[in-house]
């Protein structure tokens, strides 16, 4: 297998025929047999996409045990390099419901935050889930899906550009560089700091000075990620680059986590990325 990664979903994502689990598989299984993708799924979600008949026959899809005897603690391990006791990870997809108790668990948080220090994707939607394969199919060189194209329509777009304090430098540095691919955006926000960084950026590449590359909201503190999540949840703004910084602690970490939990809400149009790492392989896709 070229890549594994580790597959979990909440109860509710793996409840009946239409939920979020299957909407993806059904819509990703022909990329997954193509890049002949490993999943290592935790075992309720390994028993639910058997019990739908999905990926049948597929050798990449492994069965984990079940998450209250260790199976996410795995994905965790698997994500920091792996043990003799299991491989290494690529990434993660961990459909989540926000409303879900679990989803809140160490491990649950450990998963996230293992994938952002080590620069793997994490991802939590539906829409980011199906767009992550057809960006892995388009660097493999695979012809592009017709349907997964309105993924990549940037001009029907927002993007919210955010960065904490020890990744603006980052950020400024990865939108100099896609300046151009950002630019294609039908809108671009941020906050704060970031936001107005981005503009005299943008206006030091030659943007129009009388206007803003980034609509600016209040920093992160004083309640900009929570009037983005408002943004999210409205489907004014379909995709999030946050460039955070895991190993420090944060005095407005339940705004983040607001934001977070929004584009989890809006399940099937909205996408996060965490790690700078797949931010530049989205752009090298795109």
């Known amino acids: 297998m070229s890549l594994r990664f580790g597959l979990a979903a909440n109860r509710r994502h793996h409840e009946g025929h239409q939920a979020a689990l299957f909407r993806w598989l059904r819509a990703s299984e022909r990329g997954i047999r193509e890049l002949q993708l490993g999943l290592h799924a935790v075992g309720r979600t390994f028993d639910a996409i058997q019990q739908q008949g999905l990926l049948d026959g597929h050798t990449g899809l492994l069965r984990y045990p079940m998450g209250r005897d260790g199976g996410l603690m795995k994905l965790v391990s698997g994500i920091a390099g792996g043990t003799e006791c299991g491989p290494a990870l690529d990434g993660a997809i961990y459909l989540m419901d926000p409303v879900d108790a679990s989803s809140i668990y160490p491990e ?159 399940t099937d149009r909205a996408i996060c990325v965490t790690s700078p790492a797949v931010a530049e392989r989205w752009c090298q896709a795109v």
């Open 108 to 266: 649950a948080l450990a998963l996230k935050r293992q994938c952002v220090t080590h620069d793997k994707p994490f991802v939590s939607t539906v829409a980011g889930a199906i767009e992550w394969i057809e960006v892995e199919r388009r660097l493999a060189g695979l012809a592009a899906d017709p349907q997964a194209a309105r993924w990549f329509d940037l001009e029907q777009q927002c993007v919210a550009l955010i960065a904490h304090d020890a990744r603006k430098d980052t950020m400024l540095d990865f939108a100099a560089r896609h300046f151009d691919l950002l630019s294609r955006f039908a809108r671009r926000i941020g906050t704060g700091t970031t936001g107005g960084r981005l503009n005299e950026l943008a206006w030091s590449r030659g943007w129009p000075q009388d206007r803003r590359w980034v609509d600016r909201y209040l920093s992160g503190p004083l309640g900009g990620d929570a009037q983005i999540a408002e943004l999210i949840l409205e489907d004014r703004c379909q995709r999030v680059i946050f460039f955070e910084d895991p190993h420090v602690a944060r005095q407005h970490e339940a705004d983040i986590q607001l934001l977070e939990r929004a584009v989890r809400v809006a």
